[in-house]
C-alpha cells in the first residue's frame, strides 16, 4: 500500500511539472523581444514621436525614459548627430523605445562582448 502512495505522489508531481514547464516555455515566445541600438540619431521627429538610430527608426511613447548624459530629457531636446544607446522591443508591428540615453553617457557605453 506504501508503494501505491508513493508512486501516485511520483507521478502526480511529474504531471505537474511537466505542465508547468510547458506553460514557461510557451509564455517566452509570446513576450517581446529585446533589441538595443547604438549609435548616431539620424533622423528625429517630434510630431510622429519617432527617433532613428543606427538606420531603425523606433517609435517614442509615453512610458520611454529619455536621458542626455545622465539627466531627464525630452523627446525635443535631443538633436541629430548625438550619441545614443536605445533599448527597445516589439509591440505589435511597432519597434518601440524603452529607454534613450544620449549624450556622454551613451557615447561611454560598454562594447558588447561576444560570447566565446
Known sequence: MRYISRLAFTLAFATAFSVFTLDVSSAGKNAPKDTGLHGKIGALD?????I???????????????????????????????????????????????????GV?????PAV???K
Do not use: Q, Y
Not at 46 to 50: D, G, L, M, R
Not at 105 to 109: D, G, I, P, R, Y
Open 52 to 102: 532613428t538610430v543606427g538606420g531603425k527608426t523606433v517609435t517614442v511613447d509615453a512610458t520611454t525614459v529619455i536621458t542626455d548624459s545622465g539627466k531627464p530629457a525630452k523627446l525635443e531636446s535631443l538633436k541629430i548627430g548625438m550619441e545614443a544607446t536605445v533599448s527597445t522591443f516589439m509591440l505589435g508591428e511597432k519597434l518601440t523605445a524603452v529607454n534613450i540615453k544620449a
Open 105 to 109: 553617457v551613451a557615447a561611454s557605453a
Open 46 to 50: 517630434t510630431e510622429a514621436k519617432t
Open 113 to 115: 562582448r561576444k560570447k
